[in-house]
């Protein structure tokens, strides 16, 4: 489903990533973990094209694009229309509905019609439980609605891989769960996901691979069980001790 290879990010000066190789097979979860400043967003920012790397080849199905030289538009439109990214704050648009707000994307981007979206967006609310809050605004929404909300923007465009950056950093404790769930509901169902997360308790029970990075590289990578209860790497166990 995803081939990465040699990706490289730079922000001036600054190596943000390192030459990174990872493959996603279609319907796995990957998850990556490691601390902040480690390069884990600019990682999955990169994979959506909200930064544009300065190297590497990124291939996502039959689409292959090489960031070493200019990318044209038109092919950076598709390599985003493949992906749908879920940010931690939501980045919902506070002046329109819920249902609004999962309608824009298809209308906006993929210049389909309100009739033909308007019954698939509702179909999605409805899937992440939130089909009684058509019509309610942001701001009439609890954190976790809100976060829902953006789970079924991102699923409107039809993606093969949906884009999770640590989308329960924002919430209330009690309000983790029901975005976790729906995460889940969309693991069983073989959707392609790349999560950055710290809900550790998330990445052993639903993650096919976890990556430790640190300082823009991938330190480490295996199963959930090898990753967690027996790190190679002495960094990977560092981090560990201190987050468990």
């Known amino acids: 489903m995803i081939s990465i290879k040699g990706l ?24 990556l973990i490691g601390p902040s400043g480690s390069g884990k967003t600019t990682f999955l920012r990169c994979l959506n094209a909200l930064e544009l790397p300065n190297d590497g080849v990124v291939t996502i199905e039959d689409l292959k694009v ?8 038109q092919d950076l439109l598709k390599f985003r229309r493949k992906t749908g990214m879920v940010f931690q704050n939501y980045n919902l648009f506070p002046h329109m509905t819920a249902l609004e707000n999962v309608m824009e994307g ?4 993929q210049k389909r019609s309100k009739s033909e979206i308007r019954e698939k967006a509702i179909n999605l609310l409805e899937k992440v439980g ?25 699923l409107a465009i039809e993606p093969k891989v949906m884009l999770f950056d640590e989308p329960t950093s ?22 392609t996901m790349v999560v950055v997360t710290h809900e550790m308790r998330f990445a052993k029970e639903v993650a096919d691979t976890v990556i430790f990075m640190d300082g ?20 990977t166990r560092q981090f560990l001790n201190l987050i468990q």
Do not use: C, H, W
């Open 8 to 31: 490289k990010k730079n922000f001036g000066d600054l190596q943000v990533l390192k030459g990174m190789d990872v493959n996603v097979e279609q319907g796995q979860v990957i998850v």
């Open 66 to 73: 090489e960031f070493s030289r200019k990318v044209s538009k």
């Open 106 to 109: 298809p209308i906006t981007v």
């Open 130 to 154: 939130l089909g009684d809050k058509v019509d309610y605004y942001p701001f009439q929404l609890s954190g976790g609605q809100q976060q829902r909300v953006g789970i079924a923007r991102a």
């Open 170 to 191: 924002a919430l209330d404790p009690e309000l983790v769960g029901e975005v976790l769930k729906v995460m889940k509901d969309l693991a069983e169902e073989g959707m």
């Open 216 to 235: 823009g590289y991938i330190v480490e990578q295996g199963k959930p069980n090898e990753v967690f209860e027996n790190p190679k790497n002495e960094r």
